[in-house]
């Protein structure tokens, strides 16, 4: 697969693989066997950039990575993230990023996975209560005592970013991102373009839906997050169907399909993007590194861009009270 450049000069695959749904979320969860076996089959297709944290789980993910890497670890890029506080249960309780919590969360991090240094360290969200200066310094430190690689940063606010790059050069933002959230165009993907930091988009195939297999009389498993929505709600799937379409329509045309499209179309957009989609399906991951060959042409962007502009994403992309801990 081909590689791409994020800030710092990190060099990592063109596609990467969102741990996530390996241990929560997406619902029915792999076993840990099978979910160590998928993330070996994305090495031997090329993929040297896995995202992780540490409230994945909690704390599980981080184990099966982990474990599936160990025996490439020099080969592949290794990203996890901090920032929440935990009850006695281990349950996640609210937001910290003080930087004794950073430092100890490091130290977890390592241990579940096993390695002596971490790639790239997120801030998983935003802390309003600590200074991002304090934050950016206490991985900074971690830098200087070579436990962590480079500094990431996850639906951060324009001027929160540029407050920590002047600490601590950030090396990738991690942000929602696709053809139904565009949202970062406005701010984000400018500021990042100045300063040099690349953009990781999580959730590029809408949580699913991009893909084509979702349609308004789907049902989802009780404890499927998707559940809990605004935008994955029966009418708003309806509404929103008409994305879908557009890929569709797109696809056909190149003999791909629509995920492929939605994939491309992000690669299309900066040199610097590398999208990270999740799967539980070898066949899925399969058909979304494959994305990675497929170039849209000048019309076809055109195509996508002017009839996207025509439709009206409907829903919230979180409840509420998740949308609250973003932007910051």
Known sequence: MNTRTLGQGLRVSAIGYGCMGLSQSYLPIPTRDEGIALLRDAVDRGVTFFDTAEVYGPFTNEEIVGEALAPIRDQVVIATKFGFAYDSNGKQNGLT???DHVKAAVEGS????????????YQHRVDP??????TAGAVRELIEAGKVGHFGMSEAAPNTI???HAVQPVTALQSE????WRAPESEIIPTLAELGIGLVPFSPLGKGFLTGTIGAATTFQADDFRNGIPRFAADAR?????VVDLL???A????ATPAQVALAWLLARQPWIVPIPGTRKLSRLEENLAAADLELSAADLDEIETASAAIEVQGARYPEAMQRLIDR
């Open 238 to 242: 309806a509404a929103n169907q008409a």
């Open 248 to 250: 569709a329509r797109i």
């Open 97 to 99: 990023s003080r930087p």
């Open 177 to 180: 991102y696709s053809l139904w």
């Open 110 to 121: 390592l241990r579940r996975l096993g390695v002596d240094h971490i790639d790239l360290l």
């Open 162 to 164: 540029r407050r920590a």
């Open 129 to 134: 209560d600590v200074p991002i200066e304090d």
């Open 252 to 255: 056909g045309r190149l003999g």
